[in-house]
């Protein structure tokens, strides 16, 4: 059976929901070209089909998305050449994991495609210190490209390479609120929006920003002071699974940390 799509979709970026769906595909999707087959495939856990069915309806994609035989992962896969072709002029290349470089799109939609760059391949969560909790980012990726992600947060933190893999690690509160204030855009995974969103509010509350507070520098999250706001980092941990940072700890300068608590 032949499905339908818009196959013209990313004839060019000039909207927030093209910037979102090509960072995602720049973390999580895979080109693929064998022979005359051009192909676009996606292969998430089961509880992240939202962003498939997203996809699905923007592209307006009459094909099925399937689960695969455990049950536990979803699967969109879709061919076409023009569709695939846009995408690797866009920078979303086959074999991409190693050779990325940041977009060429319009600065009005570099958050948007930050942030389904983070929804795919980053993850949010907390440093359970001996009394307090601090909040942090990862996201992995290629020098180049974190390296533009890390010059629009205005991040002054360094990248860290193990295997291949270049990660971006942030923990202050500065960084971690330029970051959310330049991605919350349209549409994002819901999972990491709720955590981001308490977190930023909390940063909020606590008047812990550099510009807010004259310049004073953001201390460490007290878990007396944590305990007594709406919106606490130490109810985060009690609410979220710890789903997303296995890969992104896998082999990371982390992995000998027993206090994190890696939250999406």
Same mark, same amino acid.
């Given at each position: 059976?032949?499905?339908?799509?818009?196959e013209?979709?990313?004839n060019?970026?000039?909207?927030?929901?093209?910037?979102?769906?090509?960072g995602?595909?720049?973390?999580?999707?895979?080109?693929?070209?064998?022979?005359?087959?051009?192909?676009?495939?996606?292969?998430?856990?089961?509880?992240?089909?939202?962003?498939?069915?997203f996809?699905?309806?923007?592209?307006?994609?009459?094909?099925?998305?399937?689960?695969?035989?455990?049950?536990?992962?979803?699967?969109l896969?879709?061919s076409?050449?023009v569709?695939?072709?846009n995408?690797?002029?866009?920078?979303?290349?086959p074999?991409?994991?190693?050779?990325?470089?940041?977009?060429?799109?319009?600065?009005?939609?570099?958050?948007?495609?930050?942030?389904?760059?983070?929804?795919?391949?980053?993850?949010?969560?907390? @440093? %359970?210190?001996? $009394?307090?909790? =601090?909040? !942090?980012i990862?996201?992995?990726?290629?020098?180049? &490209? +974190?390296?533009? #992600?890390?010059?629009?947060?205005?991040?002054?933190?360094?990248?860290?390479?193990?295997?291949?893999?270049?990660?971006?690690?942030?923990?202050?509160?500065?960084?971690? @609120? %330029?970051?959310? $204030?330049?991605? =919350?855009y !349209?549409?994002?995974?819901?999972?990491?929006?709720? &955590? +981001?969103?308490? #977190?930023?509010?909390?940063?909020?509350?606590?008047?812990?920003?550099?510009?807010?507070?004259?310049?004073e520098?953001?201390?460490?999250?007290?878990a007396?002071?944590?305990?007594?706001?709406n919106?606490?980092?130490?109810?985060?941990?009690?609410?979220?699974?710890?789903?997303?940072?296995?890969?992104?700890?896998?082999?990371?300068?982390?992995?000998?940390?027993?206090?994190?608590?890696?939250?999406?």
């Open positions: 059976m032949k499905y339908t799509l818009n013209k979709y990313f060019s970026i000039d909207t927030v929901k093209k910037a979102y769906i090509l995602f595909i720049y973390a999580d999707g895979c080109i693929s070209i064998n022979n005359n087959s051009y192909r676009l495939r996606f292969n998430l856990k089961k509880n992240d089909i939202e962003i498939l069915n996809i699905k309806k923007e592209l307006k994609y009459t094909g099925p998305i399937k689960l695969s035989k455990n049950k536990k992962y979803c699967v896969e879709i076409n050449k569709l695939v072709n995408l690797i002029q866009l920078g979303a290349i074999n991409k994991s190693l050779y990325l470089k940041h977009p060429n799109i319009k600065s009005s939609f570099e958050g948007s495609f930050i942030r389904g760059y983070f929804d795919g391949d980053g993850c949010v969560g907390l @440093y %359970n210190r001996i $009394n307090y909790m =601090k909040p !942090y990862v996201i992995c990726g290629t020098h180049d &490209l +974190l390296s533009w #992600i890390q010059n629009k947060i205005n991040s002054v933190h360094k990248l860290c390479k193990v295997n291949n893999i270049y990660k971006l690690n942030f923990s202050s509160f500065n960084t971690i @609120y %330029n970051f959310y $204030n330049l991605t =919350k !349209y549409f994002s995974l819901n999972r990491k929006t709720v &955590l +981001l969103d308490k #977190i930023a509010a909390y940063i909020e509350q606590s008047s812990r920003i550099k510009n807010l507070n004259n310049g520098t953001p201390k460490p999250v007290r007396t002071t944590v305990a007594s706001t919106s606490t980092l130490e109810r985060l941990t009690r609410e979220s699974d710890n789903t997303d940072c296995d890969t992104v700890y896998s082999s990371s300068i982390y992995k000998n940390e027993a206090n994190k608590i890696c939250l999406m």
